[in-house]
């Protein structure tokens, strides 16, 4: 039988719902864009999801809490929470293919909430920059013979170098309670016995073995005084804002040049660049594990890592750190996701993404363990120490470890220039993400302004931002992105993860998002038992496990630090007042809705808890087939079918009728 086809490339099915032939050779959305393929989409969700916290955070997580018995809760809350809120979020984008504000015509009850997550991309964004500022530093200062945190001579060294103790060694010598190297020739017997060094006269050698650096506490390395002396050139308080540092000024300005020349064109740049820095991170740690397999004391690193230390599963703290990072590894809840899969055509299969996007994701943060502790074993093998000596976490792993290790071996410039390289190119993922959301969410909010000017909305976030960042290229910007990093994000996002999923199950409707999905995806998949996993995760389980996080995270509170010093009091209301913004935009935004809306009381309430009129699939042939799938389903879509129907200076003018109604002439249209 001859398949029909009409001029919108819609066709009718067997069972009378349309089916769209998307256009495989365009963009669907000529107005908003597309991805050019799909591998685009799957490669910038990889890149966003996949980031630093992979690299420096989950290898630190793993040892700390139990090694290998840590991947237990890791993988439950994977399951439970992570890859349902993840395909909740990329299918919900898509659907509507709407940024992460002007998406909640689906629930207005929640508009307020994308206004937070705006404020939370935007902190987030400013820490992000902040650190690839600090990887370009360090990735042009690789590019010499001599690493300049080799060694304790250079100017910003103090006498508590740590190097100091093996260069005196070298020489014949030990560090002395006066913190100088003396020669142990000029010892004499009650001397030697002080310090616990002994002389063997048959061999005429010193021996060392009980000999401990009467400093040994206050010792630093030099990769660490480098980075706190130099780098930062640290100030000794928060209080104390000293002057901006020149070199990190201008790597700062650098990477948002970077971020803004491979975003000029929004997606369709984007899209390009992700085929690099979302594959070459990949390379790069392939390399350092060869690499590092190869180094004395590798093994007992990659043992330490996995090992399992099952005691450790009856602290409640192990599943708290297993679900945050879990959480935050597969960017959820931020906006992010959503503005991504909205740029995906309508029938783009976001199901398989999901699942391809979050297992790739953890299969790399595991990945990475192996990479990182066989590098940190091999530290331990040359400082002399066990790996639970040498093991930090976030910038000590990726400032202070690592720079010390690269120092060690072999070639250290070039494993330096890779890493580091890497480094900026996983920053500049989630950065182009961040950028990415904001500027959609802004041009949606205005697209009959802005839509057309996207290079100057980019333009002028990214020089908001940039110019909000300058606190952190002071002397005083290491406390400020510890700042930043404890108060910027973490409460937020779980509330964000617990109301997005709560609101769309039971207010919106699990059956009315079913359906949705079904409008996409086909009959196949939402008929399936398996479906059901994903529908009692977002409707009870995962809303659960997050008021769970939440209420551990509150009662167990404790006012973050910077290197164990409290913020001042100042600081810590500049820090709940970022907490603040990203939570009361939400009752705020009600307030603002019910002011502005015409009707009683009553109506102008329950106007937030029913779809926008406008709400639905962004073009016409798909907001009729949403509303026949609805229709034969027992649902409704939400919005109303025919978009030009409406006044578009005051949407909410039919507040009292049945928005997802459909008239006659749209049934027939819509069949």
């Given at each position: 039988?001859?398949?029909l086809?009409?001029s919108?490339?819609?066709?009718?099915s067997?069972n009378g719902?349309v089916?769209?032939d998307d256009?495989?050779?365009?963009?669907?959305?000529?107005e908003?864009?597309n991805?050019?393929?799909p591998v685009?989409?799957?490669?910038a969700c990889?890149g966003y999801?996949?980031g630093?916290?992979?690299?420096?955070?989950?290898?630190y997580?793993?040892?700390r809490?139990?090694?290998?018995a840590?991947l237990?809760?890791y993988?439950?809350m994977?399951?439970?929470?992570g890859?349902?809120l993840?395909?909740?979020e990329?299918?919900?984008?898509?659907y509507?293919?709407e940024?992460?504000?002007?998406?909640w015509k689906?629930?207005?009850?929640l508009?307020?909430?994308?206004?937070?997550?705006f404020l939370?991309?935007?902190?987030l964004?400013i820490?992000?920059?902040?650190?690839?500022?600090?990887?370009i530093?360090?990735?042009?200062a690789s590019?010499?013979?001599?690493?300049?945190?080799?060694g304790?001579?250079?100017?910003?060294?103090?006498a508590?170098c740590?190097?100091?103790?093996?260069?005196?060694?070298?020489v014949?010598g030990?560090?002395?309670a006066n913190?100088?190297?003396?020669?142990?020739?000029?010892?004499?017997?009650?001397?030697l016995d002080m310090?616990n060094?002994?002389?063997?006269y048959?061999?005429d050698?010193?021996?060392?073995?009980?000999?401990?650096?009467?400093?040994?506490d206050?010792?630093?390395?030099?990769s660490?005084?480098y980075f706190?002396?130099?780098?930062?050139?640290?100030?000794?308080?928060?209080?104390?804002t000293?002057?901006v540092?020149?070199?990190?000024?201008?790597?700062?300005?650098?990477a948002?040049?970077?971020?803004?020349?491979?975003?000029?064109?929004?997606i369709?740049?984007?899209?390009?660049?992700?085929?690099?820095?979302?594959?070459?991170?990949y390379?790069?740690l392939?390399?350092?594990?060869?690499?590092?397999?190869?180094?004395?004391?590798?093994?007992?690193?990659i043992?330490?890592f996995?090992?399992?230390?099952?005691?450790?599963?009856?602290?409640p703290?192990?599943?708290?750190?297993?679900?945050?990072?879990i959480f935050y590894?597969?960017?959820?809840?931020?906006?992010?996701?959503?503005?991504?899969?909205?740029?995906?055509?309508?029938?783009n299969?976001?199901?398989?993404d999901s699942l391809?996007?979050?297992?790739?994701?953890?299969l790399?943060?595991?990945?990475?363990?192996?990479?990182?502790?066989?590098?940190?074993?091999f530290?331990a093998?040359e400082?002399g120490?066990?790996?639970?000596?040498v093991?930090?976490?976030?910038f000590?792993?990726?400032?202070?470890?690592?720079?010390?290790?690269?120092?060690?071996?072999?070639?250290?410039?070039?494993?330096?220039?890779?890493?580091?390289?890497?480094?900026?190119?996983?920053g500049?993922?989630?950065?182009?993400?961040g950028?990415?959301?904001?500027s959609?969410?802004?041009?949606?909010?205005?697209?009959?302004?802005?839509?057309?000017?996207r290079?100057?909305?980019m333009?002028?976030?990214?020089s908001?931002s940039?110019?909000?960042?300058?606190?952190?290229?002071?002397?005083a910007?290491?406390?400020?992105?510890?700042?930043?990093?404890?108060?910027g994000?973490?409460?937020?996002?779980l509330?964000?993860g617990?109301?997005?999923a709560?609101?769309l199950?039971?207010?919106?409707?699990?059956k009315?998002?079913?359906?949705?999905?079904?409008?996409?995806?086909?009959d196949?998949?939402?008929d399936?038992?398996?479906?059901?996993?994903?529908?009692?995760n977002w409707?009870?389980?995962?809303?659960?496990?997050?008021?769970?996080?939440?209420i551990?995270?509150?009662?167990?509170?404790?006012?973050?630090?910077?290197d164990?010093?409290?913020?001042p009091l100042w600081?810590r209301?500049?820090?709940?007042?970022?907490?603040?913004?990203g939570?009361?935009?939400l009752?705020?935004?009600?307030?603002?809705?019910?002011?502005?809306?015409?009707?009683?009381?009553?109506?102008?309430?329950?106007?937030?808890?029913v779809?926008?009129?406008?709400?639905?699939p962004?073009?016409?042939?798909?907001r009729?087939e949403?509303?026949?799938v609805h229709k034969?389903?027992?649902?409704t879509?939400?919005?109303?079918?025919?978009?030009?129907?409406?006044?578009?200076?005051?949407e909410?003018?039919?507040k009292?009728a049945?928005?997802?109604?459909?008239?006659?002439?749209?049934?027939?249209s819509?069949?």
């Amino acid at each position: 039988m001859e398949r029909l086809q009409n001029s919108e490339g819609e066709r009718p099915s067997k069972n009378g719902s349309v089916i769209i032939d998307d256009d495989k050779n365009g963009d669907e959305n000529k107005e908003r864009g597309n991805w050019s393929s799909p591998v685009e989409f799957i490669l910038a969700c990889l890149g966003y999801a996949v980031g630093l916290g992979n690299v420096w955070r989950f290898p630190y997580l793993c040892y700390r809490n139990g090694g290998g018995a840590f991947l237990i809760p890791y993988t439950i809350m994977l399951v439970f929470a992570g890859l349902p809120l993840f395909f909740l979020e990329v299918s919900f984008g898509q659907y509507c293919s709407e940024g992460m504000v002007t998406c909640w015509k689906a629930l207005p009850l929640l508009r307020g909430m994308s206004i937070g997550q705006f404020l939370v991309s935007f902190y987030l964004n400013i820490s992000y920059s902040v650190i690839i500022m600090y990887t370009i530093y360090y990735f042009f200062a690789s590019f010499t013979s001599v690493l300049p945190w080799v060694g304790c001579n250079h100017n910003w060294n103090t006498a508590f170098c740590s190097s100091l103790v093996d260069d005196c060694f070298q020489v014949g010598g030990i560090m002395t309670a006066n913190n100088t190297c003396a020669n142990l020739t000029s010892f004499d017997q009650d001397q030697l016995d002080m310090y616990n060094v002994t002389y063997n006269y048959t061999s005429d050698e010193y021996d060392l073995s009980q000999y401990v650096d009467p400093f040994k506490d206050q010792r630093q390395p030099a990769s660490q005084e480098y980075f706190k002396y130099q780098v930062l050139q640290q100030s000794d308080t928060m209080s104390d804002t000293g002057g901006v540092v020149w070199q990190l000024a201008l790597c700062f300005i650098f990477a948002w040049i970077i971020t803004f020349l491979c975003m000029i064109k929004g997606i369709k740049t984007t899209g390009k660049v992700v085929y690099f820095t979302a594959t070459f991170p990949y390379f790069v740690l392939f390399i350092l594990l060869i690499r590092g397999l190869t180094l004395p004391g590798s093994g007992e690193g990659i043992k330490y890592f996995i090992t399992p230390r099952w005691e450790h599963l009856a602290t409640p703290k192990v599943w708290l750190d297993a679900a945050v990072q879990i959480f935050y590894s597969l960017s959820v809840s931020a906006g992010g996701l959503t503005t991504l899969a909205s740029y995906n055509k309508f029938h783009n299969n976001c199901y398989r993404d999901s699942l391809l996007v979050a297992s790739l994701n953890c299969l790399t943060s595991l990945f990475a363990g192996f990479v990182i502790f066989a590098i940190v074993g091999f530290m331990a093998h040359e400082a002399g120490k066990e790996v639970d000596e040498v093991v930090t976490q976030g910038f000590g792993l990726a400032f202070v470890a690592y720079p010390e290790a690269v120092a060690r071996m072999p070639a250290g410039p070039f494993w330096s220039v890779m890493f580091f390289l890497m480094l900026i190119t996983l920053g500049l993922d989630s950065q182009f993400t961040g950028m990415e959301k904001m500027s959609t969410a802004v041009c949606d909010m205005f697209p009959r302004y802005l839509r057309k000017r996207r290079t100057l909305v980019m333009l002028v976030v990214c020089s908001v931002s940039c110019i909000c960042g300058f606190t952190c290229v002071t002397r005083a910007g290491a406390y400020w992105m510890s700042l930043l990093d404890n108060y910027g994000a973490n409460f937020q996002m779980l509330f964000y993860g617990l109301a997005e999923a709560a609101g769309l199950m039971w207010i919106y409707g699990a059956k009315r998002f079913t359906n949705d999905i079904r409008t996409m995806l086909g009959d196949t998949l939402v008929d399936s038992k398996l479906f059901y996993y994903w529908i009692v995760n977002w409707a009870v389980i995962t809303p659960l496990l997050m008021a769970g996080i939440m209420i551990f995270n509150f009662i167990n509170w404790s006012e973050p630090t910077h290197d164990n010093e409290q913020y001042p009091l100042w600081g810590r209301t500049i820090g709940w007042l970022i907490i603040a913004s990203g939570l009361l935009a939400l009752p705020i935004d009600w307030v603002y809705k019910i002011i502005k809306s015409p009707g009683s009381i009553v109506e102008r309430i329950n106007l937030l808890f029913v779809p926008s009129p406008k709400w639905g699939p962004a073009l016409p042939q798909h907001r009729r087939e949403a509303a026949n799938v609805h229709k034969q389903h027992g649902t409704t879509m939400g919005g109303v079918v025919n978009l030009s129907s409406l006044n578009h200076d005051n949407e909410d003018i039919n507040k009292n009728a049945k928005y997802s109604a459909l008239s006659k002439a749209d049934t027939e249209s819509a069949v």
